[in-house]
């Protein structure tokens, strides 16, 4: 029946007594109507009536029945049948006792002479439109709650959800001899994903991992979606720490097979920092950001495992802030410089003029001591720094580069060319290709006098993004670099895979003439020693060989002494860089270096 139609039937119930049943019959009776009346003469013929179901268009209750206890009555009818229209009939208008039926719940309050077919429909379309409304509004305060307890992608318990939950749980803990365990977690490589298959995938991935995770649950565990790849879970009652171990093994086991979306195959991974209160903390806040803290050693540890939160961590999480924040200081009051390390010729006719140069970045902090990058680009690389501190090295050696070939005959210009140290991060958002692009334009550079280094670290971290990207800078024209050769595992794979250009023989494949006693002709050194030397002189003859046949330029670093000059004459090396020319310099006093037309030796 629509709420603005007309009922041409009315079935009712009236908990009345026979005589008042008469009464009702004939106030009732209508000609547009048909009115079905049914009676009930006490509470528990009245309620099983109900209780069975039939529906009643109204159940009408004698405010007197059982000597006043109508509103009792009114209220147990209530709770078997919340949506029952109850409507008061009263012998007088009543106001104070009216309004205490409204306060039980009754729809509409009717004295017995005013009682009709026209009023009673009147009532009962207001009570159903009053009840149409009122379910709209609950079904919209529990959308409303819904929203703002539930994560809408995954249907997961959400961050406010999951803080106000562990709050309750930490107050009800207090004093007792139980523990909690929090367990804080994201998918391993997860934007990589993202990137490469699209944010549908990367949403597809987060509602299986989240019903995967959901099937491992105990009744008593709580699972979230904090935001983003980062997910929650909370285990309470704990009578030691033992299950904990077992509940991180259980999540990394269920990740051993892959899942599959839209025809791709996907093995995932997470890391997992966990907390337990009260040792680690007795607040939410103390607790999530300690399990942050554990979440990310654990990364550090390899991924795939899980790492427990200690007092160490918290030691060197604030070092980690305190250089945070200083170095977010120092980018925006442009407090780094460049220093730069001649690079020179290697060739057989004794030229050892300068025809290139590496950027080396420096942290000057307080405007007059240098920190070196080993003491803080590790922590630019952990906060997401490095690709505001990469981009700045870029554009600062480019325009230095562009100051340097105006200073150059043609002939220089040609051959000089700048080095710069580029990071795993820069390579991963793809950011550097198109600072590398825009500074290549601006500063009217010829590509080939850019040099891009790159560490063998670099391709481990999301080698499928840091290829995209090398290909990319190596389609600009760009020389490509790979530094410390020599040093891993797979170095000469990457000659394979990568677009290699230029390879930098790592400073520990130089031999030192020191252990032979010789400082004149290697031959005579070789000759005169069996041990390291002997061994490091074969490795760094047999490795500029195998370069040389792929017609890679080499550079020796760590080039130190005479000696080492005579090696990599002999052996043939391209390039030489090592502190026996120059340690990195100032652009200034490095520009008086250049202008000399060889580099003999450092002053």
Request: aromatic share 6%; with cysteine.
């Amino acid at each position: 029946m629509k709420l603005s139609s007309k009922p041409t039937h009315l079935n009712i119930l009236a908990i009345s007594s026979s005589a008042d049943l008469r009464q009702l019959q004939t106030q009732l009776h209508s000609a547009s109507v048909q009115v079905t009346l049914e009676t009930a003469h006490g509470f528990s013929e009245a309620l099983a009536k109900i209780s069975k179901g039939q529906p009643y268009q109204a159940v009408l209750v004698d405010q007197h029945l059982a000597e006043g206890k109508g509103l009792a009555l009114l209220q147990q009818i209530r709770e078997i049948s919340a949506e029952q229209i109850v409507i008061i009939v009263s012998e007088a208008d009543d106001l104070e006792a009216g309004l205490a039926s409204l306060e039980a719940g009754a729809q509409d309050f009717i004295p017995r002479a005013e009682l009709s077919v026209e009023r009673l429909t009147r009532s009962i379309l207001k009570s159903q439109l009053h009840s149409s409304l009122d379910r709209k509004l609950q079904q919209s305060l529990a959308n409303a709650q819904n929203l703002s307890e539930r994560d809408a992608l995954t249907g997961l318990a959400n961050r406010y959800l999951f803080d106000e939950t562990l709050k309750v749980c930490l107050t009800n803990n207090r004093g007792k001899s139980t523990k909690l365990a929090l367990f804080l977690f994201d998918l391993d490589r997860f934007k990589f994903i993202n990137d490469s298959y699209g944010h549908v995938v990367g949403d597809r991935l987060l509602q299986q991992f989240s019903a995967r995770m959901s099937t491992l649950l105990r009744p008593d565990e709580m699972f979230a979606r904090l935001g983003g790849d980062e997910f929650a879970l909370l285990v309470t009652n704990l009578r030691s720490d033992k299950p904990v171990s077992n509940i991180a093994n259980r999540i990394l086991r269920s990740l051993s097979d892959p899942f599959e979306i839209e025809r791709h195959v996907l093995p995932v991974t997470t890391s997992i920092g966990i907390v337990v209160s009260p040792e680690n903390g007795l607040s939410s806040e103390d607790l999530l950001k300690n399990a942050d803290i554990a979440m990310y050693r654990a990364k550090k540890s390899g991924r795939n495992t899980f790492c427990f939160f200690s007092d160490d961590m918290q030691h060197h999480y604030h070092q980690q802030q305190t250089t945070e924040l200083k170095l977010r200081q120092s980018i925006e009051r442009n407090q780094f410089v460049l220093h730069y390390q001649p690079i020179v010729k290697c060739g057989q006719d004794s030229d050892q003029s300068i025809i290139g140069a590496e950027a080396l970045l420096r942290w000057c902090e307080d405007g007059t001591s240098m920190r070196m990058p080993d003491k803080f680009l590790k922590v630019a690389e952990e906060t997401g720094l490095m690709g505001a501190i990469g981009e700045w090295v870029i554009r600062e050696a480019c325009a230095r580069l562009a100051d340097i070939r105006a200073a150059l005959d043609e002939q220089q210009r040609d051959e000089f060319c700048m080095s710069i140290n580029v990071s795993p991060t820069q390579l991963t958002d793809g950011s550097v290709v198109t600072a590398i692009e825009e500074m290549i334009a601006e500063y009217n550079l010829p590509p080939q006098s850019l040099e891009l280094e790159l560490t063998e670290t670099a391709f481990v971290e999301d080698a499928g993004m840091i290829e995209k990207s090398i290909n990319a800078i190596a389609a600009l024209g760009c020389r490509i670099a790979l530094d410390d050769f020599g040093t891993g595992y797979s170095s000469i794979q990457h000659l394979q895979r990568f677009p290699i250009s230029t390879v930098k023989i790592d400073r520990c494949l130089m031999p030192d003439p020191s252990q032979t006693g010789l400082a004149s002709e290697p031959g005579a050194a070789m000759l005169s020693n069996s041990g390291g030397y002997l061994h490091t002189l074969a490795l760094l003859k047999g490795l500029l060989a195998m370069l040389n046949s792929l017609q890679l330029t080499t550079t020796a670093e760590g080039v130190e002494t005479e000696e080492h000059i005579k090696l990599c004459m002999k052996m043939g090396a391209t390039r030489m860089q090592g502190w026996y020319y120059s340690k990195a310099l100032p652009f200034e006093e490095f520009m008086i270096m250049l202008g000399n037309k060889s580099c003999n030796k450092a002053t």
